[in-house]
């Protein structure tokens, strides 16, 4: 058989799509580099997933129609055309949907991209999962997850992109709301902070056990509380441990000091706990867009500092 590959092509028109791409942003020259590394992805990892690979699928395609269907080549090649032509809706959608996320990747890249050329594999790799996701939030998030890989290779692993591609719309809601009243500190460490005033208020917002119980089993926290992780020490003439902790919520952050030990009771580990993000959860809570909960955050200020407990807040 001959030239059965003669007509079929399947790559993204590099010229049209750096043009649909600058046009996005009124002021494209501080970001010439990243674009332009954008477009080189784009156009790589769609054209290495839907080129010389599909290209070699569908030949042999067409090889197994001649030769099991007992057909002779122009039947065959006839045969896969009018079978092509029924999948041309879905290659369309999915075209649709891989433009509507580079071009999202515009709206987040910044100017400081790293000279490190995006990995072929990893682009080849994140276009097959993300093709058939045509919800406008999820394409949101998979542009975010583009623009970062741009901006600094390896930063998203493949484990992370197949991981992303089981979530729902309704579970990354569900987190993105969770990651409201998430904190995080200097080692690290992103963790909620379980206390009960906090804890009737998240009631109020339908985050109860079952919504924190739905999250650990997506793998994203560990519904499991743990001593808080402040830094503990011993304080020559104070009874007792003394705490000395920072951690930060959306720009703010709290430095709290005090005595936990008070009448043999472990005052402050007693009454907050915390419960953390997982690898998972920690990579989703960088890129979900949550937004701060200032009503919980002073919840948690007061519930501290009724506990006698000085509280030192500040911009961070």
């Not at 569908?58 to 129609?65: G, L, N, R, V």
């Not at 987040?108 to 072929?120: F, G, H, M, Q, Y």
């Not at 709290?256 to 043999?264: D, K, L, S, V």
């Given at each position: 058989m001959q030239n059965n590959n003669e007509k079929i092509e399947f790559n993204i028109d590099k010229v049209n799509l750096e043009a649909g791409l600058i046009n996005l942003k009124a002021d494209t020259k501080p970001l010439k580099k990243a674009i332009d590394k954008l477009v080189d992805t784009v156009y790589k990892g769609w054209s290495e997933l839907n080129g010389p690979r599909k290209i070699k699928k569908?030949?042999?395609?067409?090889?197994?129609?001649a030769q099991k269907l007992g057909l002779d080549d122009e039947d065959a090649k006839a045969l896969f055309h009018r079978s092509i032509s029924l999948d041309i809706p879905r290659l369309m959608e999915q075209?649709?949907?891989?433009?509507?996320?580079?071009?999202?990747?515009?709206?987040?890249?910044?100017?400081?991209?790293?000279?490190?050329?995006?990995?072929?594999?990893?682009?080849?790799?994140?276009?097959?999962?993300?093709?058939?996701?045509?919800?406008?939030?999820?394409?949101?998030?998979w542009s975010k997850i583009l623009a970062g890989e741009i901006t600094r290779p390896r930063t998203y692993s493949l484990r992370i992109l197949n991981f992303i591609r089981t979530l729902s719309k309704e579970e990354a809601e569900l987190f993105t709301k969770y990651c409201s009243y998430v904190f995080c500190d200097s080692d690290g460490d992103y963790y909620r902070i379980s206390f009960d005033e906090g804890n009737k208020y998240l009631e109020s917002k339908g985050l109860t056990f079952?919504?924190?119980?739905?999250?650990?089993?997506?793998?994203?926290?560990?519904?499991?509380?743990?001593v808080f992780p402040g830094k503990w020490k011993d304080s020559p003439g104070i009874q007792g441990n003394y705490i000395d902790h920072s951690f930060t919520y959306f720009g703010k952050s709290l430095h709290?000091?005090?005595?936990?030990?008070?009448?043999?009771m472990k005052i402050f580990t007693a009454e907050f706990s915390v419960e953390h993000l997982t690898s998972n959860g920690k990579t989703l809570y960088s890129i979900c867009g949550a937004q701060p909960d200032h009503i919980y955050y002073n919840l948690l200020k007061e519930s501290i500092k009724v506990m006698e407990f000085t509280v030192d807040e500040s911009e961070c």
């Open positions: 569908y030949a042999k395609a067409i090889s197994f129609a075209q649709r949907n891989i433009e509507s996320i580079a071009q999202g990747a515009v709206l987040a890249l910044t100017e400081n991209v790293s000279d490190e050329p995006v990995d072929k594999d990893w682009a080849s790799y994140f276009f097959d999962q993300c093709r058939t996701v045509s919800n406008k939030d999820m394409q949101t998030l079952r919504e924190f119980n739905k999250l650990d089993e997506l793998g994203l926290n560990r519904h499991l509380l743990a709290i000091t005090g005595i936990n030990n008070r009448g043999g």
